[in-house]
């Protein structure tokens, strides 16, 4: 059974820097597509950035194109997103999302695996 623990959010100033992680087990990591989506409050879930089981192919969303950038390493089970000159509108819950698709698929739909999120807080 596939397990997603994120870590790594908090308050950062408007400008600044925060890495995020998030922890697979369960399965064998490389196999799976990996992504990260947020929720702010009142608002819907958004796709932030999405990785393939290689760490070839990444995608992101428009709003975070250029500030943050989605790596993996599949020694470690791990994905991170490094969030930098982070904005107000950054602020959110991020979640983890792990799925048996491709990163492109997984950015459309979601994967079949979420964490319980972490959340990040950018003050202005």
């Known amino acids: 059974q596939v397990q997603l623990v994120e870590s790594g959010g908090g308050l950062v100033q408007a400008g600044g820097s925060l890495r995020v992680s998030c922890e697979f087990s369960?399965?064998?990591?490389?196999?799976?597509?990996m992504g990260w989506f947020r929720q702010a409050p009142g608002k819907g879930r958004e796709f932030v950035a999405s990785?393939?089981?290689?760490?070839?192919?990444?995608f992101y969303s428009d709003s975070v194109k250029g500030r943050f950038t989605i790596s993996r390493d599949n020694a470690k089970n791990t994905v991170y997103l490094q969030m930098n000159i982070v904005k107000p509108e950054d602020t959110a819950a991020y979640y983890c999302?792990?799925?048996?698709?491709?990163?492109?698929?997984?950015?459309?739909?979601?994967?079949?695996?979420w964490g319980q999120g972490t959340q990040v807080t950018v003050s202005s």
């Open positions: 369960g399965r064998t990591f490389s196999n799976y597509a």
């Open positions: 999302s792990a799925g048996t698709t491709t990163a492109h698929e997984l950015r459309d739909m979601g994967g079949g695996h």
């Open positions: 990785i393939s089981g290689s760490g070839v192919f990444k």
